[in-house]
């Protein structure tokens, strides 16, 4: 079968775990088209994302005509179901987090799409995220394209259910996938009991090639690492007021920060004044063999954040035999146990945070090693890319086969 994989922006750094999911299907013999709305310029860090550039399709490269074009044609070649497409535009544009005109800016979209997935052959849309790629899918349906499901990962979906029409993108769907159990409840709340089946659960996961071969044992360095977007969700400024207590505490040690984004301005002015400017260390963007590298380096990776789906950062510590400190919010705790793989602390607790980070740094080599290990296992044992995309293809080859009876 041919599915195609619609995504807001790709390629994109942080979303690597969406690139190991398409090539992952493709090793098991399912074709995958790859559409988007952005991301055919700008810099990129990995090699393999540079690759995935060149067989992505971008609705919007071309600018706003070809889309207008696109609208025209689908008027007048199935007016029927054009106008019930522009109701359920109209319908989602009500009470939305985006005017109405956004959600016509959708509809276009998806009239372009549907010329170019009939092109392909596709049989399938499949979304990441349940924000814009989930309704241009549905408008694309509506249309009379192919059936679609999309991933949901949080916490954005979370946030604002009835104002991205969660509920309504749900049922008009084949299925739904979340990433954890957590995130499952989420969205069963949304919708009627009589849909809670069609939602299923597909962890993200790593290849082989990510782990394997991995034998540096403990790093004698007293080094933290965070990966992640500086943002707010991400509570990095937590994390550097809780590094300041540390080092009042008397331990010294490295923190590096690992990526880029909205708030790093922001978080060097409080390293800055928080005298911690020989202590933590920003890398910007960097290539997923960079992140490895850096994950290697470091005693444990600590996250610790307000808001999540599942972090695929935590899985590629673990599955590196690192041991993790992080907040006991949404899914997370269906992967991390404490003590047995890292420390659940309360996020936005500054205290708790800290003392977590004092133990780790005090904690000697045989326990790291001990608690790294249990951390690999149960990746490996939960986020194995080439297990979960065999479920997600399972899912693509069922839904399609009833829609076809």
């Keep these: 079968m041919r599915v195609a994989y619609l995504i807001n922006q790709y390629p994109k750094v942080s979303h690597t775990f969406i690139r190991r999911e398409i090539r992952a299907l493709e090793r098991a013999g399912t ?74 800016v959708y509809l276009a979209e998806a009239c372009l799409l549907v010329e170019w997935l009939q092109a392909a052959k596709v049989s399938h849309v499949h979304a990441h995220f349940g924000t814009n790629p989930a309704e241009v899918a549905m408008l694309v349906h509506a249309l009379g394209g192919p059936g679609y499901s999309f991933t949901v990962h949080g916490p954005e979906e979370f946030d604002k259910p009835e104002f991205l029409g969660l509920g309504e993108k749900i049922r008009r769907s084949r299925f739904v996938v979340a990433i954890s159990s957590f995130g499952r409840s989420q969205l069963c709340r949304w919708v009627a009991q009589s849909q809670w089946a069609k939602v299923a659960v597909v962890h993200c996961g790593l290849e082989a090639a990510f782990h394997n071969g991995t034998t540096a044992g403990t790093p004698t360095a007293q080094r933290l690492v965070c990966v992640g977007r500086l943002c707010e969700q991400k509570a990095q400024l937590l994390l550097v007021e809780a590094a300041r207590r540390v080092l009042d505490a008397g331990s010294p040690f490295e923190l590096v920060l690992a990526g880029d984004g909205e708030m790093r301005e ?93 133990q780790c740094l005090h904690a000697d080599e045989d326990t790291l090693a001990a608690m790294g290990e249990c951390a690999r296992q149960r990746v490996l044992t939960k986020h194995d890319v080439d297990i979960e995309a065999g479920k997600l293809a399972a899912l693509f080859h069922h839904a399609t086969a009833a829609s076809e009876t």
Excluded: N
């Design 31 to 104: 074709a995958v088209e790859r559409f988007a709305l952005r991301g055919w310029s700008g810099e990129l860090a990995d090699p393999e994302d540079a690759e995935e550039r060149l067989k992505t399709r971008y609705l919007l490269r071309q600018g706003m005509a070809p889309l207008a074009g696109a609208a025209l044609r689908c008027m007048v070649r199935v007016p029927g179901a054009f106008w019930a497409a522009l109701r359920l535009a109209v319908k989602m544009g009500r009470r939305a987090d985006r005017p109405l005109l956004w959600h016509l």
């Design 266 to 358: 922001v978080i060097e002015q409080r390293i800055s004044a928080l005298g911690l400017a020989s202590v933590v260390r920003i890398t910007g963007w960097i290539s997923s063999e960079q992140v490895r590298a850096e994950i290697l380096a470091a005693r444990a990776l600590v996250l610790p954040s307000f808001a999540e789906g599942l972090p695929v950062v935590l899985m590629e510590a673990m599955s590196l035999r690192r041991p993790v400190i992080t907040t006991y919010v949404a899914g997370i705790p269906e992967l991390v146990s404490t003590p047995d793989s890292g420390w659940l602390v309360p996020a936005g607790d500054v205290d708790s945070l800290a003392a977590a980070m004092l």
